[in-house]
């Protein structure tokens, strides 16, 4: 039982280039989601989803958008980098529509120059 | 959602009980109280969770006044390990239209020394 898994660890952009963001849970959770974490700061939710084929955006979901095709798997992508992106990305889940328990992810650390 | 403010910072030595307060002035009635831990690097981890009075568990105690417009997250006999930032997360309750109403704020950094 991995858990919650993101990929890639690590990745370096140019402005403007595009990247998507793997999440995958092999806990059979239902809500799926992510946050970005800047330096220093508390996480902010970008999008989240409830269910396979649904999703909402969060609290600071401009420039990146996410689809949730199979259950196990929630994608983030970023269209067209910017340097205001570079933070560190954290996927999680959790069973109920609250985090009793969220399931977080190793990260992903994002650089764009 | 429910505005939450905690200390920036606390320190702490080995041994010693440690309690973190977090202020929710605006509570609604259905809203949760959940508080996280996150060590460098890695992403939070579940603490606790409770809705009023006392819950514990293996690893904290949560304690809840009866107006809930505060909560206390109580560590005891912290070691260096458990320095970390803490995070007090309130208006999570188990309803599907809560999904996605989660704010961490910037949490307590507490320090361990030896």
């Known amino acids: 039982n991995a858990g919650v898994t993101q990929t890639p660890k690590f990745r370096v952009l140019k402005t403007g280039q595009s990247m998507t963001l793997l999440c995958a849970q092999d806990?059979?959770?239902?809500?799926m989601y992510w946050y970005r974490q800047d330096p220093g700061m508390g996480l902010r939710l970008i999008h989240y989803s409830v269910g396979e084929g649904t999703t909402a955006k969060g609290e600071v979901p401009d420039g990146y958008n996410v689809s949730r095709l199979k259950k196990q798997n929630f994608l983030l992508g970023l269209e067209s980098a910017a340097p205001s992106q570079t933070s560190v990305y954290f996927c999680?889940?959790?069973?109920?529509?609250?985090?009793?328990?969220?399931?977080f992810g190793p990260g992903t650390r994002l650089t764009v120059t | 959602l429910a505005k939450t403010t905690q200390p920036i910072s606390m320190d702490s030595y080995e041994g010693q009980e440690v309690n973190i307060t977090c202020s929710h002035n605006?509570?609604?009635?259905?809203?949760?109280i959940t508080w996280y831990q996150q060590f460098p690097s890695q992403g939070p981890r579940f603490i606790i969770q409770g809705y009023k009075t006392k819950v514990t568990n293996e690893v904290a105690s949560l304690f809840i006044p009866a107006d809930r417009k505060s909560s206390t997250l109580s560590l005891p006999r912290v070691s260096l390990s458990d320095t970390a930032v803490y995070y007090c997360?309130?208006?999570?309750?188990?309803?599907?239209?809560?999904?996605?109403?989660?704010?961490f704020g910037d949490g307590t950094t507490l320090t361990v020394k030896p």
């Open positions: 806990m059979n959770h239902e809500y």
């Open positions: 997360l309130v208006g999570l309750g188990p309803f599907r239209t809560n999904a996605g109403k989660s704010t």
């Open positions: 605006n509570i609604a009635t259905n809203d949760y």
């Open positions: 999680a889940s959790t069973f109920q529509g609250s985090p009793y328990e969220q399931y």
